[in-house]
């Protein structure tokens, strides 16, 4: 069976992560891995219910958390690639900590195929998601439709049905509102959080959304 995928047309303005922290300011002294300050800036009580009425979110954790990151992100931004790693750390050393992922597509073509299909394992067997989400980054090279459906023919879920529901128009309109709620947020890079009410502009790495997660637990903001 041929992989056959629509393509949305979406805004294609994502930023590589070192980019934003060169055009973007900071609220918050939030510090990447090699020290410079990450962009990051804060968003009103209606932004924040916008992040979460989002539909096609996906929920990689079974706790609630008593803290929940949102993280957007493009399959085929590298850094998004090292987050993964990194996020998949802090949620298994941190059973209290919810993370939702947000896919957005915003960086190619390729993208937003890739992105069809793995909305599409959302919707199908979305426990299997995170799954998905980790071997889909193994290979090396472009993630797009037929390397996404690669991945879904390995881990046994059935084709006809992933490339039924990938191509419904519903899977185009949810990726048509990340893209336009991430560009009124000013979410210029990916990938990119949010989390007690501030967006985080670029990965910042491990050890600072550790230190990110733990003032919010102490004092509720993303920096004591």
Same mark, same amino acid.
């Given at each position: 069976m041929m992989?056959?995928?629509?393509?949305?047309?979406?805004?294609?303005?994502?930023?590589s992560a070192a980019s934003a922290q060169r055009m973007g300011g900071a609220q918050f002294p939030i510090k990447g891995m090699d020290g410079?300050? @990450?962009?990051?800036?804060?968003?009103? =009580? =209606?932004?924040?219910?916008?992040?979460?009425?989002?539909?096609?979110?996906?929920?990689?954790?079974v706790a609630k958390g008593d803290v929940t990151i949102y993280q957007f992100? !493009?399959?085929?931004? #590298?850094?998004?690639?090292?987050?993964?790693a990194d996020i998949g750390r802090l949620i298994a050393a941190d059973s209290a900590l919810r993370l939702v992922f947000v896919p957005y597509p915003v960086l190619s073509v390729?993208?937003?195929?890739?992105?069809?299909?793995?909305?599409?394992?959302?919707?199908? !067997? #979305?426990?299997?998601?995170?799954e998905f989400h980790r071997k889909v980054y193994e290979g090396r090279g472009v993630?797009?439709?037929?390397?996404?459906?690669?991945?879904?023919? =390995?881990?046994?879920?059935?084709?006809?049905?992933?490339?039924?529901? =990938?191509n419904?128009?519903?899977?185009?309109?949810?990726?048509?509102?990340?893209?336009?709620v991430g560009g009124e947020l000013k979410l210029m890079a990916t990938?990119?959080?949010?989390?007690?009410?501030?967006?985080? @502009?670029?990965h910042p790495g491990f050890e600072s959304l550790r230190k990110v997660v733990a003032s919010v637990r102490s004092c509720k903001k993303v920096a004591c």
């Open positions: 992989v056959r995928l629509l393509v949305a047309v979406l805004l294609l303005a994502g930023l410079t300050t @990450v962009a990051n800036h804060a968003l009103s =009580a =209606a932004q924040m219910a916008q992040v979460e009425r989002l539909p096609g979110l996906v929920d990689a954790t992100y !493009d399959l085929n931004c #590298p850094y998004c690639r090292q987050a993964t390729q993208s937003i195929e890739a992105s069809r299909v793995e909305l599409a394992v959302r919707e199908l !067997d #979305p426990k299997r998601f995170f993630i797009d439709g037929a390397r996404a459906i690669s991945v879904t023919d =390995a881990m046994g879920l059935d084709r006809g049905k992933i490339l039924e529901i =990938a419904k128009p519903g899977i185009t309109d949810i990726m048509k509102t990340h893209a336009r990938p990119a959080y949010v989390i007690r009410g501030v967006a985080i @502009v670029g």
